[in-house]
């Protein structure tokens, strides 16, 4: 038989969504999965030479980046079954280039998620997974990738701050990230397992941080740093991304927490506004 090394490109991530096998649309980059076990010495005082007992195997996580639809099944699938209590394992394939390939075969709990939505250039959600069996190699699902599959750029996106009865546009808001959304992942591994067994703890859904270009004259900043100082308040905030459906992240409640001016030569007078999320990150 033929020895045929591989190169990424055709590579296929795929998870399930509603029972069924999907492709990862957009996935840019995947670390893992991998595997390790741990080594338990056990030389004895007439031995010459270290002798060790393996564990078993931890099969690790998996990363992910995808340049972000959000109306794709594949990566709103990333967000349901991040916030789901309790949380589920997701079955998973990571299918190889190869001719007659096998995937990488596991299922893994998602315990950590993203978003970055820059001045210039794609949208792109970050997610990671915990591995939670053995890996296999199986033969490949079989999919065809969506017809319709349509990555956003972060130009044109607004943020909505919600004022007394309505969202009000927050002007000259810039680079977008989500980040720190993580789960704990607890073992539970039985004494007769033959992999190391989790599960997922309470979600936190992270942070929003973005630059504001500021405009101390401008209402709505006013508005904005105003909830910064307000003791005990909690605030909405609605980002409407470029989609031609115009899909919108809806975070209520937030606690804005970060006020930071910046001033400098030859540079735009920016603020640092940080807010922590108190909810699932839903997107419609």
């Not at 995937?103 to 970055?116: H, I, K, P, R």
Request: aromatic content about 6%.
């Amino acid at each position: 038989m033929a020895w045929t090394p591989t190169v990424t490109p055709g590579t296929k991530v795929q998870l399930t969504v509603a029972g069924t096998m999907k492709l990862l649309e957009g996935c840019m980059s995947l670390s893992g999965p991998g595997a390790s076990k741990p080594l338990t010495d056990i030389t004895a005082l007439s031995d010459t030479a270290q002798k060790f007992k393996g564990g078993r195997p931890n099969y690790g996580k998996i990363g992910m980046e995808c340049a972000f639809d959000p109306i794709d099944p594949s990566h709103l699938k990333l967000f349901t079954a991040f916030a789901l209590v309790p949380g589920v394992a997701v079955a998973c394939e990571v299918a190889g280039t190869e001719n007659g390939a096998k995937a990488a075969v596991f299922s893994a709990m998602f315990d950590e998620l993203g978003l970055s939505i820059p001045n210039e250039g794609p949208v792109m959600v970050k997610s990671g997974a915990t591995i939670t069996t053995a890996i296999t190699l199986a033969t490949a699902t079989s999919i065809t990738p969506s017809a319709i599959f349509a990555p956003i750029v972060g130009q044109g996106t607004v943020l909505g701050l919600w004022v007394t009865s309505a969202y009000v546009t927050i002007l000259g808001a810039t680079n977008f990230e989500i980040s720190g959304a993580s789960r704990a992942m607890i073992p539970v591994t039985a004494l007769s397992a033959a992999a190391p067994t989790f599960l997922a703890g309470v979600p936190n859904n992270g942070k929003l941080t973005f630059d504001l270009l500021w405009d101390s004259s401008d209402a709505n900043h006013a508005l904005l740093f105003a909830a910064y100082q307000a003791a005990n308040q909690t605030d909405r905030i609605k980002i409407t991304l470029t989609n031609t459906a115009a899909s919108t992240i809806t975070l209520n409640p937030v606690i804005i927490d970060g006020f930071e001016f910046n001033t400098s030569k030859d540079a735009p007078n920016l603020v640092k506004v940080s807010a922590t999320i108190n909810t699932p990150i839903a997107i419609v």
